[in-house]
Structure formats: C-alpha cells, structure tokens
Antibody, heavy 117, light 111 residues
Framework: QLQLQESGPGLVKPSETLSLTCTVSGGSISSSSYYWGWIRQPPGKGLEWIGSIYYSGSTYYNPSLKSRVTISVDTSKNQFSLKLSSVTAADTAVYYC?????????WGQGTLVTVSS | QSVLTQPPSVSAAPGQKVTISCSGSSSNIGNNYVSWYQQLPGTAPKLLIYDNNKRPSGIPDRFSGSKSGTSATLGITGLQTGDEADYYCGTWDSSLSAHVVFGGGTKLTVL
C-alpha cells in the first residue's frame, strides 16, 4: 500500500522560506505516468493546489504561487520537496503531499505549518 | 474566490439522496476530467470519484459522479451519518499555464 508522509518545521518566520519533504513508501516515485504534488489548506478554508513534479524533474505550478515555489525530487531517497519563499501569515496552512495522475489518489496525512514571528 | 463554484452547504436526512454541484468553464471542467474528494473532519481528503464518474476500489456505489458541459455533479444515495464531511470537486485548468483547480467545498450535513 502506497504511503506518503510529510515532514518539516511546523513554525516558519515571516519573510523566510518554508521547506517540506514528502517521503513515499510502498512504491517507487519513479513510477511512470504519475506526478507528485503539493496541496495546502488554510485553517477552516478550502484546498489550494500548489504544484506537482514528475520523477524526471518536469513541473507544473499554480500560476498564483509560481514566483515563490520550487518543487524538486530525489529519486534515490524516494522523496520530493517543496520550498515556498517569502512567506507571510497567509501561507499558514496544513500542507499535504499526494500522488497525482489526473486526480490525486493517494494523500499524506498533512502537516500544519504556521507562519509567525 | 475559487475557480470552481460549489454550494457552501447541503443537508438531507439519513437514507435520502443528495447532489452537490460544481460549476466551471470551458478552460477547466468543459475540457477536462473531474474528480471529487471527501474530507472527513480532521483528516486528509480522500479520492471519491475520478474521470467524471469512476469510483476507486473500496468506494461504495452509493457515490456517483456525472458531467455535462461545464458542470459536474456528485450524487450520494442512502445517506449515512458517516457521510458528514466536506466535499470538493477538482480538475485541471488550461488557462494561463496548466494547473489544478478546486471548488470551494461543500459541507454535507446528515440531519
């Protein structure tokens, strides 16, 4: 059974860079056809897709976040990562990683990241 | 403001049927497959419907999906108290650069 687990700091200061890693187990991140994505959900609000990456490094990003987002992949560790720069309080959210084809079929449990000084 | 429009809330009694609508445009729903996700309180979203009307393994046939033009609909029959959750539609959008968009979510209350 495929499992995804997010990890990273739960507290980030304003103007700094948020960094999270998603570790994939029970399957290879190099599986053909699948992208690997990040989605976030501010407290009490809806879902926002951040972006996704193929094992080769090809990426798609949300146009509204593109200038601040970098998603990378490390196939040797079966991991992919998110970096979001110049964060503000508006970036406070639960961040999820997920496997993506057309839909998002496997999700991590999510990790809360709070932006505060 | 979400790109896809869903009603904020719907409600129905146990055993009844409910539908949740999702409205978009030609750049998203009109030309792409729609997915539906169920988010139970305090948990991660779960894929409920993909490719407009297909159910992943383990999803009961009480859940159904359909699409017509630039709108999609999730149907749930035989409502159970355990179905109380937030439901989100999602699809790809080809305006600007290709990206995924979601509806604002619909809170289902089983009275």
């Amino acid at each position: 059974q495929l499992q995804l687990q997010e990890s990273g700091p739960g507290l980030v200061k304003p103007s700094e860079t948020l960094s999270l890693t998603c570790t994939v187990s029970g399957g290879s991140i190099s599986s053909s056809s699948y992208y690997w994505g990040w989605i976030r959900q501010p407290p009490g609000k809806g879902l926002e897709w951040i972006g996704s990456i193929y094992y080769s490094g090809s990426t798609y990003y949300n146009p509204s976040l593109k200038s601040r987002v970098t998603i990378s992949v490390d196939t040797s560790k079966n991991q992919f990562s998110l970096k979001l720069s110049s964060v503000t309080a508006a970036d406070t959210a639960v961040y999820y990683c997920a496997r993506q084809l057309i839909s998002l079929d496997y999700w991590g449990q999510g990790t809360l990241v709070t932006v505060s000084s | 403001q979400s790109v896809l429009t869903q009603p904020p809330s719907v409600s129905a009694a146990p055993g009844q049927k409910v539908t949740i609508s999702c409205s978009g445009s030609s750049s998203n729903i009109g030309n792409n497959y729609v997915s539906w996700y169920q988010q139970l309180p305090g948990t991660a979203p779960k894929l409920l419907i993909y490719d407009n009307n297909k159910r992943p393994s383990g999803i009961p046939d009480r859940f159904s999906g359909s699409k017509s033009g630039t709108s999609a609909t999730l149907g749930i029959t035989g409502l159970q108290t355990g179905d109380e959750a937030d439901y989100y539609c999602g699809t790809w959008d080809s305006s600007l650069s290709a990206h995924v968009v979601f509806g604002g979510g619909t809170k289902l209350t089983v009275l």
